[in-house]
């Protein structure tokens, strides 16, 4: 069984979220440790903001041998690998440029850590291709070349 090159697939705007939760949880920080009525403010907002970095660390595409499990900020989808007909870039909401899976039905589910503007479309791209030969080399694994294929009697 061939393994991905990479286990989860995201793009760097993940990152640069986690760093401002980061950040909004160092502020939460500074103002429990001064003394006053910002404390309770602090109290409230610094566990949201270390359950929201852990959740924003966590997005994108998890790719393990049974299939994939996407990973959004609240929920989480386990796809099997025969359910999956490709992954692509397109527009979701008003976002321009989001990873989707789609399945052998058609339908598109967005994979919430890879996304990019339109300027920067080439880096969702890129991911969504690595993907993409992931699924391709799972199904050459799996799968039986179509020319030994019994043809039906």
Not at 36 to 41: D, L, N, S
Not at 115 to 143: F, I, K, M, P, Y
């Amino acid at each position: 069984m061939p393994r991905a090159r990479r286990r989860v697939y995201r793009t760097n705007s993940v990152f640069w979220g986690v760093g401002i939760c980061v950040v909004g949880l160092a502020g939460c920080v500074a103002v429990v440790v001064l003394p006053g009525r910002g404390q309770v403010v602090g109290w409230i907002f610094g566990p949201c903001f270390a359950v929201l970095a852990w959740r924003q660390w966590n997005l994108g595409a998890h790719v393990g041998e049974r299939g994939v499990k996407l990973v959004s900020y609240l929920l989480s989808t386990r796809v099997p690998w025969r359910d999956i007909d490709r992954f692509e870039v397109r527009p979701w909401y008003r976002y321009p440029c989001i990873g989707h899976l789609v399945k052998c039905n058609g339908r598109a589910l967005p994979i919430t850590g890879i996304g990019a503007s339109r300027r920067h479309r080439g880096a969702a791209q890129a991911v969504v291709d690595e993907l993409n030969d992931a699924l391709r080399e799972r199904r050459l694994a799996t799968e039986p070349p179509s020319y030994l294929a019994r043809p039906a009697a």
